[in-house]
Nanobody
Framework: QLQASGGGLVQAGGSLRLSCVAS????????WGWFRQVPGKERQSVAA????????YYADSVKGRFTISRDNAKNAVYLQMNSLKPEDTAVYYC????????????????WGQGTLVTVSS
């Protein structure tokens, strides 16, 4: 089970930190991804990190503003979001995938529930 948290309402330019903690099994050998979805649109990959943290991917729209990290000891992944924009408003999901490439392509073997991020202008 993956439990995502940290969403909320923030003004443009503000920051939020999303967390996703896993329970029931270890995901130290899985890649992690963060994804987001706006109602009526397809889910998109935001960031992905390889099982050992050596490989990291960001969508162009969030490069330089978002930072993904993981803590295998805590079975968790995080997404630090800075300089938030209204267009970042979405439901954010975490997911664990068997490869970083899979996570980069909106694929996951395990999904967390979403957490809503709303950025006001």
């Amino acid at each position: 089970q993956l439990q995502a948290s940290g969403g909320g309402l923030v003004q443009a330019g503000g920051s939020l930190r999303l967390s996703c903690v896993a329970s029931g099994r270890t995901f130290s050998h899985y890649a992690w991804g963060w994804f987001r979805q706006v109602p009526g649109k397809e889910r998109q990959s935001v960031a992905a990190i390889s099982y050992n943290g050596a490989g990291i991917y960001y969508a162009d729209s969030v490069k330089g503003r978002f930072t993904i990290s993981r803590d295998n000891a805590k079975n968790a992944v995080y997404l630090q979001m800075n300089s938030l924009k209204p267009e970042d408003t979405a439901v954010y999901y975490c997911g664990a995938a068997t490869s970083t490439v899979k996570a980069m392509n909106v694929g996951a073997d395990y999904w967390g529930q979403g957490t809503l991020v709303t950025v006001s202008s």
